[in-house]
């Protein structure tokens, strides 16, 4: 029976060294972007983006749950993110900064290469 106990302890802690090894070799990344806007209509939406551009910002859309989010200063700099936000306050732009940390490979290698775009595909699936 103890040798039994301690088999069980053993092999419990090998399995939990082994999830952890797992869980550690993901890679973790925080990405920043503004939130301007989030809209049932996808004509709100886009003239909010065309606002957002008329500003030299790039704005960009994803669905989240039938609902329009626009999105502005994605980066992976979070220094960047805030200096956009002057743009955004001189013209009276109101936002949210959002922090997303992912594990997502495609997402993390997709922020890395600006493909913004994608990005927005990827958050609405």
């Known amino acids: 029976i103890i040798l039994?106990?301690?088999?069980?302890i053993i092999f419990g802690l090998l399995f939990m060294f082994v999830i952890v090894s797992?869980?550690?070799d993901k890679e973790e990344i925080t990405y920043y972007m503004n939130q301007i806007g989030i809209y049932k209509e996808q004509e709100n939406a886009n003239k909010?983006?065309?606002q957002i551009n008329s500003f030299d910002l790039k704005g960009y859309t994803y669905m989240n749950n039938d609902l329009f989010v626009?999105?502005?200063s994605i980066t992976l700099n979070k220094e960047d993110?805030?200096?956009?936000?002057?743009?955004l306050k001189n013209?009276?732009?109101n936002f949210?900064?959002?922090?997303?940390?992912?594990?997502n490979e495609e997402l993390?290698?997709?922020l890395r290469n600006n493909n913004f775009k994608y990005v927005m595909e990827l958050m609405t699936k």
Not at 4 to 8: A, E, F, K
Not at 96 to 103: G, H, M, Q, R, V
């Open 22 to 24: 797992i869980q550690k």
């Open 108 to 110: 993390i290698n997709s």
């Open 91 to 93: 013209n009276k732009i």
């Open 70 to 72: 626009v999105v502005t």
């Open 48 to 50: 909010c983006i065309e």
């Open 96 to 103: 949210i900064l959002k922090e997303i940390t992912t594990s």
């Open 81 to 87: 993110c805030i200096k956009e936000q002057e743009i």
């Open 4 to 8: 039994g106990l301690i088999l069980d």
